[in-house]
């Protein structure tokens, strides 16, 4: 297997066509919604586009949830590395710290928001089915905190309708830990 060639953007480094690369956290391409937090997901597209997961680092503001509360036909995986935040698993809270492991089996309903005063930092890892299957359901514990859908629906559009898109940002300084 050859190495990928790694492309220099106005927003950081990703990789161009198949192979193997290295790439510091730091140097890789990373965006930002106003929604969503910022984050950088290490992949490109096409040919550099990771097939059997996913893998990116969230960094979100005090408030801001990863993503909408939602269950998929995939597992997924989650490590808390810096600050704090809440789970919400099944319709209910569970506290976040530094160093706390989340796994989501397939269909598990759950998305994280931060809740402390810094910002939260997240890892996380899912794997990519062949044909993905996604449910957002209503709840309303994932409501209260701003993570929710009004309707419950299968279409991505219809749950992230309104919310802010991931604009090319760059690392911000002192985003992660270390």
Known sequence: ????????????????????FVLNAKDALWG????FGRGTRFEGDGDAAFTQFGINIRVLLPGQPLCKYHAENAQEAFLVLSGSG????EGEERPLARWDFIHCPAWTKHVIVASGSE??????????????????????TALK???????????????YAGTSDYVGTG???GDLPG
């Open 32 to 35: 930002e919604s106003a929604d």
């Open 86 to 89: 809440t789970l919400i698993v």
């Open 145 to 159: 905190h701003g993570a929710g859908v009004e309707f419950e629906t299968t279409s991505g559009d219809e749950a």
């Open 1 to 20: 297997m050859d190495e990928a060639k790694l492309t220099e953007t106005p927003y950081g480094r990703r990789p161009e066509g198949e192979g193997w």
């Open 119 to 140: 910002s939260l930092v997240v890892l996380s890892v899912g794997t990519r089915p062949e044909q993905e299957e996604l449910l957002y359901p209503r709840d309303e």
């Open 171 to 173: 690392y911000v300084e």
